[in-house]
């Protein structure tokens, strides 16, 4: 299942094959892969398909496993939710079951969405598909993996501060989230709904913009989502992007250490720009106060921890969710909660509920609030004169999986926490693969104005076009 | 911080950790509290109004009082993992 | 004697179809988990979404208060752990509620007095449970009822200043017509925060709040215990202690829930899920423009312009579909004492009897005044008048109508009624005979023109005309 969205459209067009069949040879491929490389907490065996005259019609791909599927087993990943069979459709996976795509699996990810690494949700660890020694990274990982590994050509995951494009960068595939709003959040699980967005993955740019396409617009159950913009992406992805003007942030390039990984990526990096002049984009370089940027993962870290703290409350074991045992409605909420968590969540939910309370939210949840401002307020200001932030999506290349837990650390790399920019603001954030050091992909990541969806995704089509990384398959072909 | 307040502070989100584990979050309270410090040194924060939202939504339409959506009962109780009575069952809630 | 001091904080349910931030039905069944979403539920992945028409129900209560209204709807969430919350956290107003700095103007034993309303904001009920010997039972309908909670400044100073604002308060839901406000169902409850201030001082006492009184009688007693069980305190040289207290019916007392230390963090934040909506001012207008008369308004009108005694108009206002009833029949006729004498009278007896409500009767503000004006201008006489109006309540049927069929239309053409008592006169000669004797047979002279009319002589012109013959004859 290598192809792209467009040649598999056209071989379910000409009869080369039905939609069954590729479903049956997904499903295949995503059981082959599972023992070696975990992706799934779910693969289904039963074909279902609505009729539709869209691209993706006939077409297989998966769904992260924190997105609200009726009658289909719905984890997040935890232990509390290892039995929960949602009553109700996400608004995303209606679209693409009216669009006539074909669903082959629910996908693993970090436990409630929480986490970087594909290596705490309940079902185990996630392997990287171009070295299993190695992370997929998170905490979109079961869906990366997926369409790395070539099971399906698109899959659809979750992006609070970089779980949809930090996997994406590690597995050599595009990731894409579009403005704040742009696709309903209705029916995913939310991790912090303030910076939470849906995203896409898929092997080329094409198909990203063909899937935002048809998952994309207002939805009446979401009162954060966009009015619709009446645009059609996939038509604006060839047109010239001569003149437009990108960015880098100096300080998020600085090479202290002289880490021999970080260099090759800034040397592949120099490598990117002269791409992007040769199709006529200027590429500058802007200053961003290092005090600001080093505010940023702290700043993500307050939010996302005090609005999931919340968001989670939900998880008793009372209405859904694993049951707890007690004598006591105390008592089977506290069993459920401390065997349904694992460690790293109840860390985070501490840190987050500590962050709320009342004496200390002026010192440490709204000045995480302000941050976002100030960082929100430089972007916007830079947006007036460029058309958008380019920076390698990471600082490495995908971790040893006993390289990095997700601890706190006061060590911290600027180049690896700056994607939180585009849950800041909202921004729609693409990365597409730009290379490989030591064998792993790595990837470069371009940040645009908001509602500026489909201008992000015709520069990104366009600098994919004059690099050789399109369409890529870890393991060769399958 | 200390593990009593650290235990207080599970307590109130209802679930337990073990020592090791407290001991980590221990680690991590420094270093996040570290680094909020740093926040809280940035040039007249406390005058920058906070964004909770990554951009003003305009426009933003308020329901129309229809009633549209409502659950079957099966599904209402689907999940749950006691019921009696087409009701969510739970030990005796002392008030 | 120590000066009490109460603040309350009032919970009442707003009228509207659907949720408040789902569009399942907000209605009472009786039939469990009926009345459900995944909304209400709080199942993974669900957002909320407002209900104008419970935002138009608390802005039009917020300015019936005289509260200010803020440019922007905004939410918060306020965090805490409980089986009838099953979002973990309950949606309400915190930072800007839908209203502050507010009043409503009370009635205690007829002298005004000034409450001042601190905030009412918009919010969302919870669960039900019920309770066995074992377990509880917990039903979803009321999951997501738009509520309104409204928190008086502590400016009231005994139970009965207390009752009389939660009378008042209800009144003000029941005219603007935003909430059924029936305490027997729940839709209305109450905190109570009482405390007890030393003659002299300047600062409040120790504050106890009294959670969760779904009775106004119940919170008069409340208080009444509460202020006695603190006066005992004190007299014994004792403290109060800042704490949450039940109060329980059975034994009419107040007992500890839980203590100042015990006290929850309810880590309030905004909803990321509730962009802020702005309130345009035309709208606001709008809303403002559709509050009818309040009902202190009305009694002052009816009392002070009307002239009609304080009981009845106080009778007529407690049930805004009667004084609107009044005032539509004041409307057709100028006679708003007559009007109230019937309405407050006959009309209500007949309501209380038969257990009706003004507007399941089958009396319309035409029909009640058609029959006063027969009776003002002497077509039928107040006993016929009852009987019209007995008859009229039974059937539906107007005055005129009922008149006719019972053949009551009065004699009053003074010429008929002449002829009518000299024909009495000329078959009676002997009571011509002892008038003349100076007998006293006036009025049974009156009672055989009665007679023979069958009651439909004008008892006024008939004994004028009677008068006028006997004359003749001295």
């Known amino acids: ?478 | 911080m200390d593990k009593k307040t650290l235990k207080l502070l599970a307590k109130k989100l209802m679930f337990t950790m073990n020592e090791e584990e407290y001991d980590t979050l221990s680690e991590e309270f420094a270093t996040i509290l570290k680094q909020m410090d740093l926040i809280g040194k940035i040039d007249n924060i406390d005058k920058v109004e906070p964004l909770i939202y990554p951009f003003p939504l305009e426009n933003t339409l308020m329901r129309e009082d229809e009633v549209l959506d409502e659950l079957p009962i099966d599904d209402i109780l689907l999940n749950s993992g006691s019921s009696l009575y087409n009701q969510v069952k739970v030990p005796k809630v002392v008030e | 004697m120590r000066k009490v001091v109460i603040g309350l904080e009032v919970h009442c349910e707003l009228k509207s179809n659907s949720k408040i931030f789902s569009s399942a039905k907000n209605g009472f069944s009786d039939i469990p988990n009926s009345n459900v979403s995944v909304v209400d539920m709080g199942m993974p992945g669900i957002l909320p979404v407002v209900n104008k028409e419970a935002v138009r129900n608390s802005i039009k209560m917020a300015l019936a208060m005289n509260c200010m209204v803020p440019d922007y709807l905004t939410f918060e969430r306020k965090n805490y752990f409980y089986p009838d919350l099953p979002k973990g956290y309950q949606i309400t107003q915190f930072k800007h509620p839908i209203g502050t700095n507010g009043y409503v103007m009370i009635d205690v034993n007829g002298e005004d007095k000034k409450i001042l309303i601190h905030d009412t904001h918009l919010e969302e009920d919870t669960a039900s449970m019920d309770h066995y010997n074992d377990y509880s039972l917990l039903d979803y309908n009321r999951c997501g009822v738009p509520l309104l909670e409204t928190v008086t400044e502590p400016c009231i100073n005994s139970a009965d200043e207390a009752v009389a604002f939660l009378e008042g308060l209800r009144s003000i839901f029941l005219y603007t017509d935003t909430s059924y406000a029936r305490s027997d169902k729940g839709q209305i409850r109450c905190d109570v925060n009482v405390s007890l201030m030393e003659e002299n001082a300047t600062e409040l006492g120790t504050r106890v709040e009294i959670k969760n009184i779904n009775s106004f009688s119940g919170v008069k007693e409340a208080i009444i215990s509460e202020v006695a069980r603190q006066n005992e305190v004190l007299d014994n040289g004792g403290e109060i202690v800042q704490e949450t207290r039940r109060y329980d019916e059975s034994t009419n007392k107040t007992y500890t829930m839980r203590s100042k230390e015990d006290a929850i963090d309810y880590r309030y934040f905004t909803d990321p899920n509730l962009p802020p909506i702005k309130i345009d001012k035309e709208w606001v207008e709008e809303i403002k423009s559709e509050i009818p008369k309040l009902h202190n308004e009305r009694f002052r009108i009816y009392t002070k312009e009307y002239n009609i005694n304080t009981k009845d108009a106080y009778t007529i206002v407690k049930d805004k579909k009667v004084s609107d009833f009044y005032e539509e029949c004041v409307n057709l006729l100028n006679e708003p004492v007559l009007i109230s004498n019937w309405l407050t009278g006959d009309v209500m007896k007949y309501l209380n009897r038969e257990s009706l409500t003004i507007e399941e009767a089958k009396l319309n503000p035409i029909m009640l005044t058609d029959m006063i004006k027969m009776v003002i201008q002497g077509k039928i006489n107040g006993k016929q008048a009852k009987e019209v109006l007995e008859k009229m309540l039974d059937t539906g049927k107007d005055a005129n109508t009922l008149v006719n069929e019972l053949g009551m239309t009065q004699i009053s053409d003074e010429g008929e009624i002449r002829q009518i008592i000299l024909s009495v006169l000329a078959e009676n000669k002997n009571l011509i005979d002892d008038y003349k004797a100076g007998k006293k047979v006036f009025d049974y002279i009156v009672g055989l023109v009665m007679k023979t009319t069958r009651g439909k002589a004008n008892p006024i012109i008939s004994a004028k005309v009677l008068k006028e013959e006997l004359e003749k004859y001295l």
Request: proline residues 3%.
């Open chain 1, 1 to 478: 299942m290598v192809k792209s969205i467009i040649e598999l459209n056209e071989d379910l067009r000409n009869e080369k094959i039905d939609s069954e069949s590729l479903f049956n040879q997904s499903v295949k491929l995503a059981k082959d892969s599972q023992k070696e490389y975990n992706p799934f907490v779910t693969i289904l065996d039963k074909y279902e398909k609505n009729d539709s005259d869209s691209l993706v019609n006939g077409i297989p791909y998966v769904l992260k496993d924190n997105i609200s599927t009726k009658g289909i087993l719905t984890t997040a990943s935890s232990n509390i939710l290892s039995n929960y069979v949602p009553v109700y459709d996400a608004t995303i996976y209606k679209k693409l079951k009216e669009a006539g795509a074909v669903l082959v699996g629910k996908t693993v990810l970090d436990e409630l969405a929480m986490g970087g690494t594909g290596m705490t949700g309940h079902t185990g660890i996630v392997k990287n598909p171009w070295d299993k020694s190695r992370q997929i990274g998170g905490s979109s990982a079961g869906s990366a993996a997926a369409v790395a590994l070539g099971i399906v050509p698109f899959a659809i995951g979750s992006d609070t501060g970089d779980s949809v494009r930090k996997p994406a960068a590690y597995g050599g595939v595009v990731g894409f989230k579009p403005t704040y709003g742009r696709i309903s959040r209705y029916g995913l699980f939310p991790f912090a709904s303030s910076l939470d967005h849906l995203g896409i993955f898929a092997r080329n740019v094409r198909d990203v913009a063909i899937v935002t396409d048809i998952v994309k617009g207002h939805d009446e159950h979401d009162m954060t989502s966009l009015p619709d913009d009446d645009k059609i992406y996939t038509k604006m992805l060839d047109q010239s992007v001569k003149g437009r003007k990108l960015f880098y942030i100096k300080e998020a390039l600085e090479n202290d250490d002289n880490d021999s990984n970080l260099s090759e990526i800034i040397d592949n990096f120099k490598n990117v720009i002269k791409k992007c002049e040769s199709i006529g984009i200027e590429v500058c370089e802007e200053s961003i106060s290092k005090e600001l940027l080093l505010a940023l993962y702290p700043a993500y870290m307050a939010i996302s921890c005090a609005e999931a703290t919340s968001n989670d409350a939900n998880l008793n074991g009372i209405h859904f969710g694993v049951r707890g045992e007690g004598k006591t409605p105390d008592e089977i909420i506290t069993d459920a909660r401390t065997k349904g968590f694992s460690e790293l969540i109840k860390r985070r939910f501490i840190i987050g509920s500590y962050i709320l309370q009342r004496e200390n939210q002026e010192k440490l949840f709204l000045n995480a609030y302000r941050v976002r401002r100030l960082v929100v307020d430089k972007m916007n200001e830079l947006f007036k004169k460029y058309d958008g932030l380019i920076m390698p999506a990471a600082a490495g290349i995908a971790p040893k999986f006993e390289d990095k837990t997700d601890k706190l650390s006061d060590k911290y790399l600027i180049l690896d926490n700056h994607l939180c920019i585009g849950n800041f603001g909202g921004y729609p954030s693409i990365t597409i693969p730009c290379g490989f050091v030591n064998k792993m992909p790595i990837a470069i990541n371009i940040t645009g104005r908001i509602k500026e969806d489909d201008l992000v995704l015709n520069m990104a089509n366009k600098l994919e076009d004059v690099m050789e990384y399109k369409n890529q398959v870890a393991g060769g072909d399958k």
